[in-house]
Nanobody, 124 residues
Framework: QVQLVESGGGSVQAGGSLRLSCAVSKLYNLNYCMGWFRQAPGKEREGVATIYTGEDIIYYADSVKGRFTISQDNTKNTLYLQMNSLKPEDTAMYYC?????????????????WGQGTQVTVSS
């Protein structure tokens, strides 16, 4: 079973940066779409960014375009989310997720594998 472990969350002031990492294990091929999602208290889970390097597909939510960058290092089996120019509204629990054969690597797909989450808090 695929295992995902996030790290890198924390507290930062508005305008600051954080880099989230997601260590992936038991991923035996590259036909996986991977993504970052977030959920703030009282809000629905939101797809932040997804990536499928097999077909050069990358998705960003409009709210993070130009500020966040998703990437993956297959040699290290790690997924990253570089977050710059953070805003208080970025405050949420951030999760990484993965699944195979996700149509267009859509953030709306019901992903099978999830990490435990890492908290990001942005103060104004």
């Amino acid at each position: 079973q695929v295992q995902l472990v996030e790290s890198g969350g924390g507290s930062v002031q508005a305008g600051g940066s954080l880099r989230l990492s997601c260590a992936v294990s038991k991923l035996y091929n590259l036909n996986y779409c991977m993504g970052w999602f977030r959920q703030a208290p009282g809000k629905e889970r939101e797809g932040v960014a997804t990536i499928y390097t097999g077909e050069d597909i990358i998705y960003y939510a409009d709210s993070v375009k130009g500020r966040f960058t998703i990437s993956q290092d297959n040699t290290k089996n790690t997924l990253y989310l570089q977050m710059n120019s953070l805003k208080p509204e970025d405050t949420a629990m951030y999760y990484c997720a993965a699944d195979q054969w996700v149509p267009r690597c859509s953030p709306l797909y019901e992903y099978s594998y999830w990490g435990q989450g890492t908290q990001v808090t942005v103060s104004s």
